[in-house]
């Protein structure tokens, strides 16, 4: 990277002759506050406390109560304003006006919180900021600290987005063009793309965002990404890294699912929505072991009524066994006679508990719209996948599933956009009955889930980059005068 004139971190003063404490690294991590990203920075914050290193999540006033992480990893929670402090994004309307309000009140207020620890035996070292959110860097610039980007995106769609925003791939593309070529990753066709890139026009703030995270990478002292070495070896390898030169942190979840290595880390800590765990987990406890469908689209995507009536036929017509979850306000969109006739068939919950129930043996496959998270989930507990994704990233998640993992098929819509009940059907058949493709599937989920295990374990690829952070960290609060890294 091209760094600037090196300069001394910030020390507390002290009185002639007086002694310097020994500090602790402390690092504020700063989420956008949302659930997909909260719940990865917040794994990291409790990885980092498990090595010795302060860490403090700083969050907005509408989602600070919502984080309550395991009393057994002490990682703190600061309020700062986006300016919305009532209501969040829902209050602001639009991505737009949310963004800038957002960088005008999070600027002043998380600088407030750097100083309010300035003269404390933990002065902040670092902030390691959602890479959304890149005017957090000015923030650790004003205070003379570390500043790191955090992509909570898949190290391939960070590397297309990336050549994206320096103009290597020029948007809109050509009409004739049938996809993109980048050195270091498979071919990826139109259908393959990030829809903000297939479709540019489509969400122009939401691009403008997406692009504004490589804006001042050049200065920034750390760029962390939330995937693996093994996973996404040809990326690292190839000329993306150029680009885009990340340090591969994850997959950031929940140490009781991977390495047990964090004690009584069982959850990622924070829910924006009630999950109803006990409902879900009793209702599997009597049901076979991989007889389940677990169905979960996330957040955000909000399906047509025509696709959940496509999605409701064909679990009607394979007969499978599904534990799906339909948040409330969608629910109206499920057709009556599905919700009458399934009662012993099936589970619909407004929410739940998502690593539980992948954990669960009776879980066999997991219909997901391959949002990033929840890929690295599906993948990180070797559970088998039908692919169907809906926007932005989640399309090239879903090609990787199908075609680079192979721990999973992805659905195929028809002219309309609209995936039809034998589309499902027949996806849910290929992972879930018996058969050579089923059995290819789960093999290859197997092998994934103990790559998963070994990045994060001790010695680890993933493991190695997280301690190589933590041992600047404490080095640098070890000495009373110290420069950014070269």
Not at 78 to 95: K, L, N, T, W
Request: proline share 5%.
């Amino acid at each position: 990277m091209n760094r600037k004139q090196p300069f001394p971190l910030k020390k507390a003063e002290r009185k002639m002759g007086e002694v310097a404490p020994q500090r602790k690294a402390h690092v504020v991590l700063l989420p956008y506050p949302s659930q997909g990203h909260i719940n990865p920075l917040l794994q990291f914050a409790k990885r980092l406390s498990s090595k010795g290193v302060k860490a403090t999540m700083a969050t907005t006033h509408y989602t600070v109560g919502s984080i309550t992480a395991s009393p057994a990893v002490a990682v703190a929670v600061e309020p700062i304003s986006d300016g919305f402090d009532a209501g969040g994004f829902v209050q602001a309307r639009d991505e737009r006006t949310f963004l800038q309000s957002f960088e005008t009140h999070g600027t002043r207020t998380l600088s407030e919180l750097v100083a309010r620890h300035e003269r404390t035996d933990s002065p902040v070292t670092c902030i390691v900021y959602d890479s959304f959110l890149p005017w957090a860097l000015d923030v650790a610039r004003g205070h003379r600290i570390y500043g790191a980007a955090f992509f909570t995106n898949s190290a391939t769609v960070c590397g297309v987005f990336c050549r994206v925003s320096r103009g290597v791939i020029k948007l809109p593309l050509a009409s004739e063009e049938d996809g993109v070529a980048v050195p270091g990753l498979p071919k990826l066709g139109r259908v393959d793309l990030p829809t903000f890139v297939r479709f540019p026009e489509s969400n122009p703030a939401y691009l403008a965002m997406v692009l504004c995270q490589y804006s001042n990478l050049d200065e920034v002292d750390w760029v962390f990404c939330n995937t693996f070495q093994q996973l996404e070896s040809k990326v690292e390898a190839g000329s993306v890294k150029g680009h885009w030169p990340a340090r591969l942190i994850g997959p950031m979840v929940p140490s009781s699912y991977l390495d047990g290595r964090i004690a009584g880390d069982k959850g990622y800590g924070a829910s924006l929505w009630k999950p109803l765990s006990d409902e879900c987990l009793k209702w599997l406890e009597n049901k076979e072991p991989r007889s389940v469908a677990y169905i979960s689209f996330g957040s955000m995507v909000n399906l047509t009524e025509e696709q959940m009536g496509e999605i409701a036929a064909a679990l009607e017509e394979t007969g499978i066994q599904f534990l799906w979850v339909v948040r409330a306000s969608e629910h109206s969109k499920l057709p009556a006679r599905f919700r009458e006739l399934n009662a012993s068939k099936g589970l619909i919950v407004p929410w739940c508990n998502q690593l539980e129930l992948l954990a669960h043996k009776a879980t066999g496959c997991f219909v997901t719209h391959c949002g990033w998270n929840s890929t690295l989930e599906g993948l990180s507990l070797g559970v088998p996948m039908v692919a169907m994704p809906q926007w932005s990233d989640q399309v090239t998640n879903a090609k990787y599933v199908e075609e680079i993992w192979k721990i999973g098929v992805r659905v195929k819509e028809d002219e309309t956009g609209v995936v039809r009940r034998e589309e499902v059907a027949r996806c849910l058949k290929e992972v879930m009955m018996e058969g050579s493709r089923s059995l290819e599937i789960k093999v290859a989920a197997r092998k994934w889930k103990q790559m998963a295990v070994e990045a994060v374990s001790e010695g680890g690829e993933s493991d190695r980059e997280i301690n190589n952070f933590v041992r600047k960290l404490l080095s640098c609060s070890d000495h009373s005068n110290h420069t950014r890294i070269q």
